[in-house]
DNA sequence: ACCGTCACG
DNA sequence: ACGTACGTGACGGTT
């Protein structure tokens, strides 16, 4: 039995391009709509096996509609260039996927696809037409069903006669009636005027056709009568312009739209041109049809303890190694084993034999710092193994590390699509042999066996080829000296843990509990009743509707109530004050009380948290598991969160380090601007002397607001400035915040050089980097799309800044820990918090880490103008200010 | 899984 | 006319 898909190609690409954000790949292409086409076809395929397939463009921009009503399709939009980029990737696709295409020129894709709707059903083949124009419903039949896509793309709906019938209560036919009078914008169809779908029907209902209409219009009452009367030649010329044309001169045979399946190797090729990863892994292509280096068969050896003493003997060889760890946070984490190659085969031993008496020539070697093999998320593996005692040292390379650095925006950084990016093969998706969420579970030894045994091989072939890589886009020094070096050290701070004084804690949890209370008490009183405050719908509700206080901003699912809402409702109502104080309080208690509470380890009685090295765009560090780069310090009442924060040692103190504006020196010396290097050299406040200099005073003339209007405008320069953001921040009109910064830059002309020259780099380039090299694309910097082009622009603007900054604590990092070491001082690092060093310090050390770690930072790298860090201590976090 | 909100630099 | 300041993570509620 045959079955023929037809689609409607244009129709598609359009609505998958409007359904779906726009998605680039790495060289910037547009491939939101190719990757909704995609996802559709593969559906179709499977779910309708179909024999033969065809799909139709419009061709031409002049059809032969357009010799009998010269405005069709008049009044649309340009096909955006975003959109246009795509056909020819869309018809290079479905070559790939072996569809046949057709156009022809002067006419539509429907009237192609009415044409051989009208042959199948004269030769009875079963058709579905898929398309997102509802018109396309006329050329229903008993062989030919009609899908509808619905909202979005992946879902369609299925039309045939009898379907219509129920919805719309006409014959197939009849729908060209409905379009006659009802008109369509899209189009520019006119129809009748006044007439929509629900008019058309009744009349269709009552007269069956348009000419029926027309002929009775005499029956209709007062104005419709008059409506019809004056527009019956348009409704006439409707009807003919919306009607398919089912004659096309073509030849088209059935044989020509055969479809026999796709061809792997030409499809996977192109689903790597177009990045589309999700599909490649789920299409489970062949290493040779993703046109990866073939993975040659790989034998993987079990290692039991009756095989650890033979196994340790080849340990010498071994290039590469990887350490299996189950679970989000290192430090709970479960370390399965670990796989060894050693360029010929696979070695997997499970954790028990490794920690085992036959084990402890595997556990020397792998904390031999001596020896040289690659790895991939060395930082994780360190953390889980230093838990069951195991030392990791001697990763010189980490893939995870490499990847990240080479684009740090890329969605996820799983070792089997770095090695896929790099064309690597071999390597299934943990997912896939795994499992997610709920339905996680180990395999069976032997799959696990090969599994991991791949993870180690695969390390090994995707090693060099990052290293050239790194070495081509100039972040070689980078990776080995600064970020490979900084994993270890971020494992040594996180394993040590800062300690917490639970019991403190648990007491500001109390008395927190108490206001809580006696807040809530006040807010449902003063609201009439009872609800949940913690749900911003129920809070809305009683706010806006219940109180009738006036909305003033909406967010996507209903009214907004966030604390620039409730600051301005303030004065309105007494409950809004309460609820600003709720809201403070229970934040601190769910996060910071109970939050922290649960974090602290039972045998440490430490926090130890653990810092993302592969997660933000600019080369920061990120904490979880808890994040202690967002501990309170604003308001006092978070602030004394941080005195349960305590040195580990007694009599020990914490001492704290922070960069005083490192984001505007780098700001001063990558722009070379001359007032603002002149202005750091003298170590002046530097928003005081913006303020000095933009609002023209001397310093004794500038009060309180000049100094936090140019402390915003700032803020705006670090940020990719925008009269928007200011106006928003400052709380001033947007012309107000235009002449700021207009003012800004007048004064700091190498600023503005700098903006504008980074962009244009950005531009060329299609990526910008920081001093040490660091390096983020920015695909979307020349979007035809205002909001996105503008993203990339301040992105391109921010992200030298605040990676550059990124790469200096980084560098002071890496360079303090040495110290410390090599001088065998007892004070330990624990924490950093983007331009912040926290540290725990002996009585006896005191004095001599107060000298050095703000002399190291300031010393980390060399600009032209002076770093400066300051330096205080106390008994805890909270008095180290 | 996503949203709104809010904590930090 | 558009509508956003840059970078993160965690929580509770909702779907």
């Given at each position: ?9 244009n ?12 998605l680039?790949?790495s060289?910037g292409l ?5 990757y909704?086409?995609?996802?559709m ?13 065809m ?5 031409g921009k002049?059809?032969?509609?357009h ?11 340009k096909?955006p ?8 990737l869309l018809?290079e696709l479905l ?6 295409q ?9 009237d ?16 579905l ?32 006669p ?9 014959k ?5 009636d ?6 369509d914008?899209?189009d ?6 006044g007439?929509g ?10 007269y ?15 104005k419709?009568?008059?409506k ?5 030649e ?20 059935l ?6 399946g796709?061809?792997g ?20 292509f062949t290493?040779?049809e ?13 290692v039991?303890?009756?095989?650890a ?13 990887y350490v ?5 946070n ?5 370390v ?9 085969t696979a ?23 001596s020896?040289k093999?690659?790895?991939y ?18 990763c ?15 969605a ?13 093969g071999?390597?299934k ?8 969420g709920a ?15 791949r993870?180690?091989?695969v ?5 060099p ?26 494992a ?8 917490v ?31 949940n405050i913690?749900s911003?719908?129920q ?12 909305v ?18 303030a ?9 600003l ?35 933000a765009?600019?080369g ?19 602030r ?13 103190s914490?001492l704290a ?10 700001l ?20 005081t002397?913006t ?9 004794e ?6 100094r936090?209007?140019a402390k ?38 190498g ?12 531009r060329?380039d ?8 660091r ?5 979307e ?9 503008s993203?990339?622009e ?10 550059t ?12 820990a040495d110290r ?19 540290f ?21 790298i060399?600009?032209d ?6 330096v ?10």
């Open positions: 039995m045959s079955k023929l898909i037809l689609i409607d190609g129709s598609i690409a359009n609505r998958a391009f409007y359904a779906l954000p726009l680039t790949n060289s547009h491939t939101n709509a190719v909704g086409f995609t996802t076809l593969l559906k179709l395929i499977e779910e309708q096996q179909p024999t033969h397939f799909v139709a463009f419009d061709a002049v059809t032969f509609r010799k009998d009503y010269k405005e069709y399709k008049g009044g649309r939009a096909t260039p975003e959109l246009s980029e795509q056909f020819p018809k070559q790939a996927f072996g569809i046949t057709f156009e022809l020129e002067g006419y539509e894709a429907d192609i696809i009415g044409t051989l709707t009208r042959q199948a059903d004269e030769q009875g083949i079963n058709v037409v898929v398309t997102g124009d509802k018109d396309m419903l006329q050329l229903a039949s008993p062989q030919v069903t009609i899908a509808l896509t619905r909202k979005g793309i992946s879902e369609v709906e299925l039309y045939d009898a379907a219509i019938e129920e919805k719309y209560g006409l197939p036919l009849q729908i060209i409905l379009k006659g009078l009802m008109g914008s899209s520019n169809i006119p129809g009748i005027p007439v779908e629900k008019t058309a029907l009744k009349l269709l209902h009552q069956g056709s348009v000419e029926e209409v027309l002929a009775h219009a005499d029956e209709l009452k007062g419709m009568q008059e019809v009367k004056t527009h019956a348009d409704a006439r010329m409707s009807k003919e312009l919306a009607t398919i044309f089912r004659e096309v001169p073509m030849e088209l045979t044989d020509e739209m055969a479809y026999s796709s061809e190797q030409a499809l996977a090729s192109m689903f790597q041109k177009l990045e589309f990863k999700s599909l490649l892994d789920k299409m489970d290493a040779e993703a046109g990866e280096e073939p993975a040659e068969e790989l034998e993987c050896q079990w039991d303890t009756s095989a003493a033979a196994f340790a003997d080849k340990l010498k060889t071994v290039s590469a190694i299996e760890v189950i679970g989000d290192p430090h709970y984490a479960e399965v084993g670990i796989s060894f190659y050693d360029g010929e070695y997997y031993a499970p954790l028990d034999v490794i920690l085992s008496e036959e084990g402890a020539p595997i556990r020397a070697w792998l904390s031999d710092p020896k093999v690659a790895s998320d060395v930082h994780r593996a360190d953390v889980a193994l230093s838990w069951q005692g195991i030392e990791l040292r001697g010189s390379f980490d893939v995870q590390l490499a990847g990240y650095l080479l684009d740090p925006t890329e996820s950084h799983t070792l089997a699509a770095i090695a896929s990016k790099f064309s690597v071999g390597l998706e943990d997912e896939a042999v795994y499992g997610k339905k996680f579970k180990l395999p069976d030894s032997e799959t696990l066996n090969n599994h991991l045994g993870k180690a091989e390390i090994a072939r995707v090693t080829v990052l290293e050239k890589a790194l070495e081509d886009s100039e972040m070689a020094k980078l990776f080995h000296e600064l970020e490979l070096p900084l994993s270890a050290v971020l040594g701070m996180e394993k040590q843990g800062i300690l004084h639970s019991e403190e804690l648990r007491t500001l949890g109390v008395e927190l509990n108490e206001r809580i209370q006696d807040l809530m008490k006040t807010i449902y009183d003063l609201a009439g009743g009872e609800f913690n911003p719908k809070l809305g509700e009683v706010l806006f509707d219940k109180l009738q206080l006036p003033i901003k909406k967010t996507k699912t209903g009214y907004s109530t966030d604390a620039e809402v409730l600051e301005k409702l004065s309105r109502h007494e409950i809004v004050q309460h609820l104080n709720y809201r403070q309080l229970a934040k601190l208690q769910s996060t910071y009380i109970e939050g922290l509470l649960k974090e602290v380890n039972e045998q440490t009685g430490k926090i130890h948290t653990y810092y993302k090295q592969t997660i765009a600019t920061r560090l990120s904490s979880q598991y808890p994040n202690l780069q967002n501990i309170p310090i604003r308001l006092e009442e978070g004394k969160i941080r005195k349960v924060f305590v040195p580990s040692e007694p009599g020990w914490i380090a922070d960069y005083s504006q490192i984001e505007l020196r780098v001063a010396h990558i722009s070379q601007d001359e007032k603002l290097m002149e202005a750091f050299h003298h170590n002046m406040d530097i928003h002397k303020a000095m200099d933009v609002f023209g005073v001397a310093e003339d500038v009060d309180s607001n000049m936090r209007s915003a405008v700032n803020f705006g320069i670090v940020y990719g400035i925008s009269d928007y953001g200011l106006s928003q921040n400052l709380d001033i009109t947007r012309a107000e915040a235009a002449r700021f910064i207009e003012q800004y830059f007048s004064v700091f002309q600023v503005r050089r700098y903006m504008e020259e980074i962009v244009m780099k950005a060329k299609g990526f910008v980097t920081t001093l040490l090299q390096r983020r694309y920015l695909p910097i020349n979007a035809s799309n205002y909001n996105l082009r993203f990339a301040r992105t391109a603007m921010n992200t030298p800044i605040q990676g900054a990124a790469d200096i604590i980084k560098l002071a990092m890496v360079q303090i410390l070491k090599r001088e065998k001082l007892a004070s330990r690092m624990l924490l950093q918090v983007h331009d912040e060093l926290v725990e310090v002996p009585d006896n050390e005191l004095e001599t880490m107060k000298q050095l770690v703000p002399e190291m930072m300031e010393k980390a060399n600009l103008v002076p770093l400066r860090a300051d205080s201590c106390g008994r805890n976090w909270y008095e180290a200010k």
